[in-house]
């Protein structure tokens, strides 16, 4: 895909220029009219206005790419942006009811689909390995439910920075960890509780297998393609400078069809999509392993069923921060589109949701969970931070609806198909999937 866009990307940028030369020619490199303050000129910034200069408007999923995993300059790859102090806080770090109950969703999935000896926990998009802590400590506690399943953890980072803290997190490092650079595994070791743990830099690399896979708050993070409807057609938004400020980026619509018009559905009713084609490529892969091997996807995110038009934004110390306003400091990032996920799923998965957290929550047993916890607690500070943790988690108007659970699980798990069972394996129950139906353990 994106030999497609690099090359598509050049024929645009000749149609681009004998269309509408004023946007893209002129030296834009002296100062700017507004303050420095107000408009600063960060290193990302530099080399995006270098690479508009040189082949013309960039799509806004390059613009994406470039600012968050940039090698060199990208926001991901060297910045810890998570946490009060950085510039935003995901559920792990809210409360760690909210990863225990995900690790029970787990175990439950891994119970209904006949209790396989082995498993791998796959999870995208670690963050600082707060959820992945508290999944393992509930695995921990359900030690004898899971005390004849051999459990490996695998983690797909590309950030360094991050990784180093998931490391510290989940091994403490008692056994040191092996590092190599030039391998698919790019860093392996133990976790505090035994449990053997890798990295890697793509989901291709993890190995295939029985395998259950997690994915919080990374699709968001993914690149859009933004498109518009015109008279024209639709035409895609791109990233320009802007040739009235110098040192400022602007968004312009492309003069004419690019490639990734192809993503948009023939039937589409919006005047605006945002649609993100990696989003497809990793569901389509994860459709194919838990097809040919079993298991679970679990995604929570933003997200919407295919509703929403125009949904891109940027956060900075925990508030919405111009997109376009020094590129490389800022989190960017897009609603999932869930109904696309589901079509790149093309049938080979069953798909359940999406549902609100606030519902998925409540059916894993949340308030039960948080009852446990207060009543074991005397301390008036951490019953505050139940308390304040839960109405965060649930309460609408904060993240109760605006994100949603989605599931990928074989056919065969929701009507008890005739897959071949491996002699190690009960037969798959047709009962009802935890979060999507209230959890009932056998």
């Not at 645009?12 to 420095?36: Q, V």
């Amino acid at each position: 895909m994106s030999v497609l866009w690099r090359s598509g990307a050049g024929r645009l940028c000749a149609a681009a220029r004998s269309a509408i030369p004023c946007i893209w020619r002129g030296n834009y490199f002296s100062s700017g009219n507004e303050p420095a303050e107000h408009n600063p000129v960060t290193p990302m910034l530099r080399h995006l206005m270098y690479k508009i200069k040189s082949t013309g408007p960039i799509t806004v999923a390059e613009y994406m790419k470039e600012v968050l995993t940039n090698p060199a300059k990208g926001y991901y790859v060297y910045r810890d942006m998570l946490g009060e102090k950085g510039d935003f806080i995901t559920s792990p770090e809210i409360s760690q009811i909210f990863g225990e109950l995900l690790g029970i969703w787990f175990v439950s999935e891994w119970m209904a689909a006949g209790k396989n000896t082995a498993f791998q926990l796959v999870e995208l998009g670690p963050g600082r390995g707060s959820l992945m802590e508290d999944i393992l400590r509930v695995f921990s506690q359900l030690g004898s439910v899971l005390k004849n399943c051999d459990i490996s953890i695998h983690l797909v980072e590309v950030s360094q920075k991050l990784s180093e803290t998931q490391a510290l997190t989940l091994t403490e490092e008692k056994i040191p960890l092996e590092r190599d650079a030039g391998s698919p595994v790019y860093m392996k070791g133990v976790t505090k509780s035994g449990i053997p743990i890798s990295w890697y830099q793509d989901l291709q690399d993890v190995p295939k297998g029985y395998s259950f896979y997690l994915a919080h708050e990374f699709f968001d993070v993914l690149p859009v393609h933004k498109f518009q409807k015109t008279p024209q057609g639709w035409r895609e938004v791109l990233v320009d400078i802007d040739p009235q400020v110098s040192d400022k980026l602007r968004f312009v619509l492309a003069p004419c069809a690019t490639p990734a018009e192809a993503f948009i559905q023939h039937e589409e009713t919006r005047d605006h999509v945002e649609v993100c084609p990696e989003a497809g490529v990793i569901i389509q892969e994860l459709s194919q392993r838990i097809e040919l091997t079993g298991g679970a996807a679990l995604i929570a995110d933003y997200g919407h069923d295919g509703t929403k038009t125009d949904t891109f934004r940027g956060f900075c110390g925990h508030k919405l921060h111009d997109v376009l306003l020094a590129p490389g400091t800022a989190d960017l990032t897009a609603d999932v589109d869930f109904s696309y996920l589901r079509r790149m799923a093309q049938g080979k998965v069953a798909s359940l949701g999406p549902v609100t957290q606030q519902t998925f929550l409540r059916n894993m047993g949340i308030d039960v969970r948080l009852k446990i916890l207060l009543d074991k607690s005397d301390e008036p500070s951490v019953r505050q931070q139940l308390l304040q943790g839960y109405t965060m988690l649930m309460n609408p108007e904060k993240m109760g609806e605006r994100f949603h659970f989605f599931a990928l699980l074989p056919h065969q798990r929701l009507h008890g198909g005739s897959r071949q069972l491996k002699s190690c394996q009960s037969k798959p129950s047709a009962a009802p999937v935890a979060g999507f139906g209230e959890l009932a353990w056998r």
